[in-house]
C-alpha cells in the first residue's frame, strides 16, 4: 500500500505540502515513490495552483532524502518535533520550485 496527499500551505497560498507513505518495505527501491510524487505533482498543479512543493523528512531517512532528490527538491532547512512520550524526532526541510 502507498499514499501520495499534496495540500495547500495555510501560510504560503504558493505552495503545497507534500506527504508520501510507503506501507511495505517490498516496494522500497523499485522506483515507486519518484513516479507517484512526480504524478501527483503534475495531476494537483493545476486544481491547486501551485508553483512551489514542500515536506519535512527524519533525518535518518535516507532512502526517502535521495528519492526527494531525485525528483528535484534540495535541503534548505531543519527543525525538530517532540512526540508523545517526549521522544524528539529531527528533520530537514525540503523544497522544490516549479
Known sequence: MWVVWLEKDKENNDVAI???MIGKSDYFG???GK???IL???Q???KLNFNKVSLNVRK???RAIRCYQKCGFHINGEGEKTVS???KIEFFK???DL
Request: glycine residues 16%; proline residues 0%; neutral net charge.
Open 30 to 32: 523499485k522506483g515507486i
Open 44 to 46: 494537483s498543479r493545476e
Open 94 to 96: 525540503m523544497f522544490l
Open 85 to 87: 512520550g517526549g521522544d
Open 35 to 37: 513516479k507517484a510524487i
Open 60 to 62: 535518518t531517512n535516507n
Open 18 to 20: 507534500l506527504g508520501i
Open 40 to 42: 501527483a505533482i503534475e
